[in-house]
Nanobody
Framework: QVQLVESGGGLVQPGGSLRLSCAAS????????LGWYRRAPGSLRELVSS???????TYADSVNGRFTISRDNAKITVSLQMNSLKPEDTAVYYC?????????????????WGQGTQVTVSS
């Protein structure tokens, strides 16, 4: 049974920092992308950052330059270092892992989600 567990959320002052971590238990084959999504109150879920197995990263414009994503390939762990936090960063952050397996020339994709961790930026 695959399970993603996030940690590191909490309450922080504007301008502060938090580091989110996501650890995967169980076996996940063919991982292609790991990432962090967030859903703010009254807002749609959005992709915050992602990193491929090859190390290529993407960032939402709203966090680019402030957040840094990283992964530990051996442990299947993905982290998000969040600096210079703003109130608008307040959201539930979700860890996401995508995997792809090719069987008889056809691709089968699977997504795994964590339960989410609350990040609140407020004075």
């Amino acid at each position: 049974q695959v399970q993603l567990v996030e940690s590191g959320g909490g309450l922080v002052q504007p301008g502060g920092s938090l580091r989110l971590s996501c650890a995967a238990s169980g076996s996940i084959l063919g991982i292609t992308t790991l990432g962090w999504y967030r859903r703010a109150p009254g807002s749609l879920r959005e992709l915050v950052s992602s990193i491929t197995s090859g190390g290529n990263t993407t960032y939402a414009d709203s966090v680019n330059g402030r957040f840094t994503i990283s992964r530990d390939n051996a442990k299947i762990t993905v982290s998000l270092q969040m600096n210079s936090l703003k109130p608008e960063d307040t959201a539930v952050y979700y860890c996401n892992v995508r995997s792809t397996r090719v069987i008889l020339g056809r691709r089968y994709e699977t997504e795994y989600w964590g339960q989410g961790t609350q990040v609140t930026v407020s004075s």
